[in-house]
């Protein structure tokens, strides 16, 4: 046995490629990433995207290529996997307790500059040791809560107190607080979204008011993400936005309305499941060979892109079952169509493959490959 199969090679035409696969329009990507380095320019604020969506050597290497600052990630594994691909600035905007994983930071920042998220003085004193054994320094965050029920202490003083502990701990270097209102970035009617980064808002200015009170500055504010990037981005408040699913999209940002009640549509749908049609044989259905190993239902069933005539209404490991929805959806359908699906979750999507099918013009034009797939450590 060989190396891993790959769907397609350089020059295939789309209908060729071996499915399911995960394909990425490369026009629309391109797009994706102009529009949100060109908005963060603007403002200015400075853009460090999440890794966690793409976990992509060259998607990362696009993005700073565009203005980025660096890369943000949730895992160890990740920004292991983000420096070996020559990422030099690197934030892991998530808690790190294990001594063991924090060591393995410190030698990345013998190379890079590593940044980290904190929210329990054991924490600190932690990083501080990893990276004092390596004679190396971390930058560091205190992550404040801002309702989501995940982590962050609480904003205020809390968050002063942490930061003071930061101050005092050799071989850290206190930057600010990583302000991330994730809970903000689905809810439905813009109103709502501006409502919430309003109250994170507040909790950002009473910390950085703590923080001040103590004798300590907040060079950084971070957070930010694809639903509410221009409330973060145009607050005077955020310095980094650390958004992710802007470069692909997916069915949970789709369903967003934006200011004028129409549907969001700052960015394209780039990325897509491409399956094929592998049983006609039912009564008012077709059947998909992209299952529950394809794409994953949290966030609800996928969408079959350009085909309102078409529903994915059950799934099972390896099947997808379409209702036909027009009386004549049959008639333009054979065995091997190909179908694209709209995934509503992209960052676990992607996880579940080994690269993207980047595809322009009908072709396939590169294949890039997914680093750290399962659950990194």
Same mark, same amino acid.
């Given at each position: 046995?060989?190396?891993?199969?790959?769907?397609?090679?350089?020059?295939?035409?789309?209908?060729?490629?071996?499915?399911?696969?995960?394909?990425?329009?490369?026009?629309?990507?391109?797009?994706?990433?102009?529009?949100?380095?060109?908005?963060?320019?603007?403002?200015?604020?400075?853009?460090?995207?999440?890794?966690?969506?793409?976990?992509?050597?060259?998607?990362?290497?696009?993005?700073?290529?565009?203005?980025?600052?660096?890369?943000?990630?949730?895992?160890?594994?990740?920004?292991?996997?983000?420096?070996?691909?020559?990422?030099?600035?690197?934030?892991?905007?998530?808690?790190?307790?294990?001594?063991?994983?924090?060591?393995?930071?410190?030698?990345?920042?013998?190379?890079?500059?590593?940044?980290?998220?904190?929210?329990?003085?054991?924490?600190?004193?932690?990083?501080?040791?990893?990276?004092?054994?390596?004679?190396?320094?971390?930058?560091?965050?205190?992550?404040?809560?801002?309702?989501?029920?995940?982590?962050?202490?609480?904003? @205020?003083?809390? *968050?002063?107190? !942490?930061?003071?502990?930061?101050?005092?701990?050799? %071989?850290?270097?206190? &930057?600010? +607080?990583? =302000?991330?209102?994730?809970?903000?970035?689905?809810?439905?009617?813009?109103?709502?979204?501006?409502?919430?980064?309003?109250?994170?808002?507040?909790?950002?200015?009473?910390?950085?008011?703590?923080?001040?009170?103590?004798?300590?500055?907040?060079?950084?504010?971070?957070?930010?993400?694809?639903?509410?990037?221009?409330?973060?981005?145009?607050?005077?408040?955020?310095?980094?936005?650390?958004?992710?699913?802007?470069?692909?999209?997916?069915?949970?940002?789709?369903?967003?309305?934006?200011?004028?009640?129409?549907?969001?549509?700052?960015?394209?749908?780039?990325?897509?499941?491409?399956?094929?049609?592998?049983?006609?044989?039912?009564?008012?259905?077709?059947?998909?060979?992209? @299952?529950?190993? *394809?794409?994953? !239902?949290?966030?609800?069933?996928?969408?079959?892109? %350009?085909?309102?005539? &078409?529903? +994915?209404? =059950?799934?099972?490991?390896?099947?997808?079952?379409?209702?036909?929805?027009?009386?004549?959806?049959?008639?333009?359908?054979?065995?091997?169509?190909?179908?694209?699906?709209?995934?509503?979750?992209?960052?676990?999507?992607?996880?579940?493959?080994?690269?993207?099918?980047?595809?322009?013009?009908?072709?396939?034009?590169?294949?890039?490959?997914?680093?750290?797939?399962?659950?990194?450590?």
């Amino acid at each position: 046995m060989t190396g891993r199969h790959e769907p397609a090679r350089i020059g295939d035409r789309v209908e060729d490629i071996d499915t399911p696969a995960l394909l990425l329009d490369l026009d629309a990507f391109e797009r994706n990433l102009q529009r949100m380095a060109t908005y963060a320019a603007s403002v200015p604020v400075r853009l460090r995207p999440h890794a966690k969506t793409h976990r992509s050597a060259a998607i990362a290497q696009a993005q700073i290529a565009l203005g980025g600052v660096g890369q943000c990630c949730q895992k160890v594994g990740e920004a292991e996997a983000l420096v070996r691909a020559g990422v030099r600035d690197v934030l892991v905007s998530n808690e790190v307790v294990d001594l063991r994983k924090l060591r393995r930071l410190a030698v990345l920042a013998k190379e890079a500059t590593v940044s980290l998220c904190f929210d329990a003085a054991e924490s600190v004193d932690a990083a501080g040791q990893a990276a004092c054994e390596a004679g190396v320094e971390f930058g560091a965050l205190v992550e404040i809560d801002l309702g989501m029920w995940r982590c962050g202490v609480a904003p @205020g003083e809390a *968050a002063a107190a !942490l930061a003071q502990r930061i101050d005092a701990t050799a %071989g850290l270097r206190f &930057l600010g +607080l990583q =302000a991330y209102e994730g809970k903000a970035q689905h809810l439905q009617s813009h109103a709502e979204r501006v409502d919430a980064i309003e109250a994170a808002a507040d909790a950002v200015r009473a910390s950085v008011a703590a923080i001040e009170r103590a004798g300590l500055r907040c060079r950084v504010i971070g957070g930010g993400g694809t639903g509410t990037y221009r409330l973060e981005g145009g607050s005077s408040l955020w310095t980094e936005l650390q958004c992710g699913s802007y470069v692909f999209m997916d069915g949970e940002y789709a369903a967003l309305s934006d200011i004028d009640g129409r549907p969001y549509a700052d960015f394209e749908q780039s990325l897509f499941v491409l399956s094929s049609v592998m049983s006609m044989a039912g009564a008012g259905h077709v059947v998909v060979d992209a @299952g529950l190993k *394809a794409y994953t !239902l949290e966030k609800g069933f996928p969408t079959v892109h %350009g085909r309102p005539d &078409l529903r +994915l209404v =059950a799934a099972s490991d390896e099947h997808g079952t379409l209702a036909l929805l027009a009386p004549d959806a049959r008639d333009t359908l054979a065995l091997g169509s190909k179908l694209r699906l709209v995934p509503s979750h992209c960052d676990p999507t992607v996880n579940l493959y080994g690269s993207y099918v980047c595809v322009r013009d009908g072709r396939v034009e590169a294949l890039w490959p997914i680093f750290e797939r399962g659950a990194s450590s």
